[in-house]
Nanobody, 128 residues
Framework: VQLQASGGGLVQAGGSLRLSCAAS????????MAWFRQAPGKEREFVSA???????????DYADSVKGRFTISSDTAKNTLYLQMNSLKPEDTAVHYC???????????????????WGQGTRVTVSS
């Protein structure tokens, strides 16, 4: 499985960005995809995750810090994961990573160590 994240950039506080993560390879065997982020000097943290059963989305989850502002979605035909980020804040500044694996939908999905497949990261900078 190969993951390619894109869509990051510089935006003012209150603005929006949409991140994309294009997946290739044996992505059909991975039922969970997620976004994580890592701010300078901090550990990588969970942002959002999505789970499929076949081509149907059955579960989504968000970190409390982004609930109501970010929306995770996917286009199964394009094997692409998205993260729509609205009302961005300076504290959202981080390198954002997409990840994929075959997981049971429990609190494990928020754990960095649960995922074996990672994209290269795309940088989001929010100015105040």
């Amino acid at each position: 499985v190969q993951l390619q994240a894109s869509g990051g950039g510089l935006v003012q506080a209150g603005g929006s960005l949409r991140l994309s993560c294009a997946a290739s390879g044996r992505i059909s065997s991975r039922n969970v995809m997620a976004w994580f982020r890592q701010a300078p000097g901090k550990e990588r943290e969970f942002v959002s995750a999505i789970r499929w059963s076949g081509s149907n989305i059955v579960s989504v989850d968000y970190a409390d810090s982004v609930k109501g502002r970010f929306t995770i979605s996917s286009d199964t035909a394009k094997n692409t994961l998205y993260l729509q980020m609205n009302s961005l804040k300076p504290e959202d500044t981080a390198v954002h990573y997409c990840a994929a694996d075959r997981l049971i939908w429990t609190s494990t999905i928020t754990n960095v160590r649960a995922y074996d497949y990672w994209g290269q990261g795309t940088r989001v900078t929010v100015s105040s």
